[in-house]
């Protein structure tokens, strides 16, 4: 139980589509932050990797989105909604290597299909919701332990 959590705290952090030059920014935000306050180095990790992955995806699919997260002296939530194409298939989308990227972004590196596994792989609580047309939302739980 990190020894600096006595009161909630949240923001956001804006993403915009497309922008690689400041990819992984939001994520190494909320890293810092966390750092700061003392988090366990497990539950900043798996934080770190899971919101690094939905920031990767807004980038990469959506127009724009948006970073939300609360922690409290229980955990960390966090909410990342797009607006976006959506996703059709969602049950597809969530099998490891499944990946709709195009070349050029893989490319970069990226398109492995294994975002959306290990967002689901590194959260206590993993929830998908997309609408096509309209865009996706994640929201994910990562608990402290407990004393
Ligand atoms: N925010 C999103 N908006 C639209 N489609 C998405 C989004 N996130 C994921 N997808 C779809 O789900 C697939 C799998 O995502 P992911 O597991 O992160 O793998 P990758 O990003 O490497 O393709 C993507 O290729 C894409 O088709
Ligand atoms: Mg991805």
């Avoid at 922008?19 to 810092?32: D, I, P, R, W, Y």
């Avoid at 306050?37 to 980038?59: C, H, K, P, S, Y």
């Avoid at 960390?76 to 976006?84: C, E, L, N, Y």
């Avoid at 590196?109 to 865009?135: H, Q, R, Y």
Wanted: aromatic share 6%; charged share 20%; no cysteine.
């Amino acid at each position: 139980m990190p020894i600096n959590i006595d009161k909630e705290i949240e923001g956001s952090f804006q993403i915009i589509g497309g922008n690689f030059v400041n990819a992984g920014e939001a994520s190494t935000q909320l890293k810092l932050l966390l750092t700061k306050l003392g988090v366990d180095e497990d539950i900043i990790r798996r934080t770190a990797i899971a919101t690094f992955e939905a920031e990767m995806n807004v980038i990469i699919y959506a127009a724009a989105g948006r970073m939300h997260y609360h922690i409290t002296p229980r955990g960390i939530s966090i909410k990342v909604d797009d607006m976006g194409p959506g996703i059709e298939d969602i049950e597809l989308a969530m099998q490891e290597g499944y990946s709709t990227a195009p070349d050029w972004v893989r490319e970069m590196g990226w398109g492995a299909g294994m975002g959306l596994p290990n967002m689901k792989k590194n959260s206590d609580i993993f929830k998908i919701d997309s609408v096509v047309g309209e865009g996706t939302t994640i929201e994910m739980v990562i608990n402290f332990p407990q004393q």
